[in-house]
């Protein structure tokens, strides 16, 4: 009776060792998770010396693991006769093959918690292949944001050299149109119309009072708007260069200072403003000022003459962002044109409301840098809701 009881508890001790080793090897890889920008061969050859230690004998015990070609062995590997050995696909097709060799035969009685390993490397290798495939969708998720920054940058360096570039002719344009315009006084003092018959004489005044000033201020027109074209591209390629500065933004004391400079125009637009309880958030506050006067700077371009104009901001918290509704009952804005109104130089009532088209633009590129985005809701006739999404606070 002493004896079965024994027995019982050796093997009551062993399965809860085997138990303690399977969950510490568990952690270990779950732990191999959460180190920033891990690599598949860090993650692999990381993993293959931690697999034998799940093993109750773990000291006569090797690991290796096969994957694209590769081999990752665990410390003091060699191969033996008595191994165990699951293959399993992730989700790139690639196969993940693990083995785990006994340096040393195993008793008979050892049959049952051989059985009992193999299902636990194969616990170990579908685990493994999940983790994989999220180490590898990272990684490309990675590169991507690379390559798009790199492009990011290569298109504003192109944006800006060109831009500088075209001012050149641009200022002889203007510049010439000025002398051109003055050569065309001087030649009208010189030439005697008198001494004209009267249909050159006529001729001669649609050419110098019509045609030439048409021609010219069309030149005028083509320059100013080439010149605001250009200081418009550089306005948005230069977004991308100023270092960043986030911190804690009070959101009531920025939308008061902002609406502060807006004060006259408010006024003498009789537009009711409605500031509710604001939520902090965390951003570069210099490009958030920028954004915030850039919508209400655009609710008070867009206002319905027929109607009390209001303006509404408000804001609440979910899901770890600040959201900022910045609401008019203006003009609306088309469901048609709601998609392109973030596009550069895109320009809606283009009668009625001056600007470059510029001002979304730049909220929307502002908010990206920010870790934030901006979406909207309109009604031709109606108004607008433009709702700012940004970090409560610090993104970890």
């Known amino acids: ?31 191999l998770i959460y180190k920033q920008d891990i690599t598949t061969d860090d993650f692999l050859s990381k993993v293959v010396s931690i697999i034998p230690t799940a093993w109750l004998y773990s000291s006569i015990s090797g690991a290796k693991i096969k994957y694209k070609n590769k081999e990752y062995l665990s410390k ?13 696909k992730e989700n790139e097709g690639d196969a993940v093959i693990l083995e785990v060799y006994y340096l040393e035969k195993k008793s008979e ?14 616990y170990i290798g579908k685990r493994i292949s999940e983790i994989l495939s999220s180490i590898n969708s990272a990684n490309t998720r990675r590169k991507l944001l690379e390559t798009i920054t790199l492009k ?37 003092e010189i030439i005697d119309v008198n001494n004209l018959d009267e249909e050159k004489k006529e001729r001669f005044h649609s050419i110098m009072e019509t045609d030439i000033p048409t021609a010219l201020n069309y030149i005028y027109t083509s320059a100013n708007k080439m010149e605001s ?28 200072k902002i609406l502060s400079s807006m004060q006259y125009l408010i006024r003498q637009k009789g537009v009711q403003v409605i500031v509710e309880d604001l939520p902090s958030c965390f951003a570069d506050e210099s490009q958030i000022n920028q954004v915030f006067s850039n919508l209400c700077d655009n609710a008070l371009k867009y ?37 392109k109104v973030f596009d550069i130089f895109y320009r809606l009532h283009t009668e009625t409301a001056p600007g470059e088209g510029l001002g979304l633009t730049i909220v929307k590129r502002i908010l990206d840098r920010n870790n934030g985005k901006i979406t909207l809701e309109s009604e031709s006739g109606k108004g607008t809701d433009f709702y700012v999404y940004l970090p409560v606070s610090q993104l970890v």
């Open 76 to 88: 003091d590997f060699r191969e033996s006769v008595i191994k165990q050995s699951f293959e399993i």
């Open 152 to 188: 990011n940058e290569e298109l504003e360096s192109i944006v800006y050299i060109a831009s500088h570039d075209l001012r050149s002719p641009l200022v002889n344009i203007q510049g010439f149109r000025g002398e051109l315009f003055n050569y065309m006084q001087e030649v009208m």
């Open 303 to 339: 206002l319905d003459k027929e109607k009390k104009s209001k303006i509404v901001i408000s804001g609440t918290i979910g899901n770890n962002y600040s959201i900022y509704c910045v609401s008019d009952n203006g003009v609306g804005i088309p469901k048609e044109h709601q998609k």
């Open 109 to 122: 009685s050892d049959s049952d918690l051989f059985e009992k390993e193999f299902n636990l490397l194969e």
């Open 229 to 256: 074209l250009i200081r418009g591209l550089l306005k948005v390629s230069k977004l991308g260069s100023p270092e960043l500065n986030p911190a804690q933004v009070d959101m009531n004391k920025l939308i008061k």
């Open 1 to 31: 009776k002493l004896e079965m009881d024994e027995k019982e508890i050796k093997k009551i001790n062993l399965a809860h060792e085997k138990k303690v080793k399977e969950l510490n090897c568990f952690y270990s890889i779950a732990n």
